[in-house]
């Protein structure tokens, strides 16, 4: 279990002994012995998103199309497992040029899936350098730039900073040997990494993930699966100095901003990504705007305060981020214009199209009919005329 404190340290109750320690360690570490070199094949930059069922899906079709209305003209791999796409989504995506790979394809290991899937589809991926995205991660302008970045160029990395810091009691800092407990914890909802220079590191990272059931634990999830790979062989990362920021809307005149996205920044300091991780695109309304203020520290700010505010909403109580110390408001607006209007209009129409529509069947039939996802269909109800002739 995690919890996180107003001066952003993520405390963790896993524990582990001198014995599961030095078992971990020497784990990873004779894993990372037999890791071949690089193999090549791999070829030019592109977009690696992973999306599948209909959260992430239409997260996914909102991110893509704001790319391709912003310019962006690099190829886009959309990695799924199983039937969590199908025939006809596959087809609308490929409209956008973005290529739906399925990772069944690519190994048995049942494993491969959720947020394993991430280091697992960079591996895989035919491009050599890649920007990967999570589904629900929005660009506010083209990114292909970064793969011009001289500090990514100089390293073959570049991470982008979590709001936390790993407490430096978590039994990860002894397995992987290292003591730099001030650094940022990473935020995994955009990597950008050169798999030809950091092809070591990727496959480590890897077998953190296949190890989920230890790591996870130490870790939140995939995404510190990354930056303690890369520690762990020490190998130098650029991560962004810029704090992550929030961005939200306020309910009243308290001042508290309700962050459900997460604001990230290009070296420059620049906005970049809006990583809406509270409140995705398949559970808002027509026409409901949130991103209505962005709040980050100041640039060198000493006081620095994370505040948490919930909301109810029936069974689940969902918590909303925001930043209290040296910090600026700034209209989300007056920076971006109708950015929002625009996500939303994107996902108005896609709501409107048959292949949406007939893809929320598909994913229902999956999760409720038994043997659906491997091909055992009950025919009578997939000839009916009201499918047919959606």
Known sequence: MNTFTSNFIRKNDFRANAHTIAMLKQGWQDYAATIPPYPGGFEGKGIVICAGGITHVTCAWVNISML???????????????????EETIAAFRQL????????????????KGLVLKPFAILHSRFREILFLD??????????YLFSDVLYQAYGTIFWPDFWKTDKINPIWEIIGDTDYHAQEQESGQLLVHKEKCWLELNLCMY??????????????????????????GTRYYMIPAAVGTCGFELSDNGFLYGL????????????FLHRNWFKWDVTQEGECVW??????????????????????????RPFWDLDGDVETLSFRELFGDYEDRCLD????????????????????????????MGIRDKTFL?????VNA
């Open 135 to 144: 589904a629900d991660n929005n660009c506010l302008t083209d990114p292909s």
């Open 97 to 112: 040029g973005a290529e739906c790979i399925n990772s069944n394809d690519y190994t048995t290991n049942e494993d491969v």
């Open 208 to 233: 953190f993930n296949l190890k989920h059931e230890y790591y996870y634990q130490m870790l939140l999830g995939d995404k510190d699966t990354f930056r303690f790979a890369w520690k762990a062989l």
């Open 68 to 86: 391709r209305n912003n310019g962006c003209q690099l190829p886009v791999e959309i990695w799924y497992t199983g039937a969590e796409l199908n």
């Open 383 to 387: 000839s009916h005329p009201s499918i």
């Open 292 to 317: 209505e203020k962005i709040r980050r520290f100041k640039q060198g700010a000493r006081e620095k305060i994370c505040q948490v505010n919930y909301i109810d909403a029936g069974s689940i109580r």
């Open 261 to 272: 996205t997460m604001v990230q920044h290009d070296s420059a300091e620049n906005i970049l």
């Open 346 to 373: 994107i996902l108005k129409t896609l709501r409107g199209y048959k292949f949406y529509a007939r893809f929320l069947i598909h994913m229902h039939l999956v999760k409720f009919r038994p043997g659906y996802a």
